[in-house]
């Protein structure tokens, strides 16, 4: 499994902004297909929001898209979930992840293609 160390929740007023890191083993943000899952409590834990080891292919969640946008530096080895315009409904634990394979992507990722998570950051969004 890679190592991935999540960073950047906070609480924050609705209609703010915050911007999550997730910083990777090296060589993994350049190799793997990542992405950002969230969980509320009593609620399964979804995807956000994943991009592909080239960048070429990006995916997002109806919820969050035109709100949230996810980049990569493969020189730091760091994951970003760039989050504006958050609602209260955003308030979840997040979670970086790592596809299961190297150099594969798929256009309509799911849970069941990541095999490493981060332990998560607290984003607490309040009305």
């Known amino acids: 499994q890679e190592q991935l160390v999540e960073s950047g929740g906070r609480l924050v007023q609705a209609g703010g902004s915050l911007r999550l890191s997730c910083v990777a083993s090296?060589?993994?943000?350049?190799?793997?297909?990542m992405g950002w899952f969230r969980q509320a409590p009593g609620k399964e834990r979804e995807l956000v929001a994943s991009?592909?080891?080239?960048?070429?292919?990006?995916y997002y969640a109806d919820s969050v898209k035109g709100r949230f946008t996810i980049s990569k530096d493969n020189a730091k080895n760091t994951l970003y979930l760039q989050m504006n315009n958050l609602k209260p409904e955003d308030t979840a634990a997040y979670y970086c992840?790592?596809?299961?394979?190297?150099?594969?992507?798929?256009?309509?990722?799911?849970?069941?293609?990541?095999?490493?998570w981060g332990q998560g950051t607290q984003v607490t969004v309040s009305s």
């Open positions: 992840a790592a596809y299961r394979i190297q150099y594969y992507a798929t256009s309509s990722p799911s849970r069941i293609d990541f095999g490493s």
């Open positions: 090296e060589g993994t943000v350049s190799s793997y297909s």
């Open positions: 991009i592909a080891w080239d960048a070429v292919m990006t």
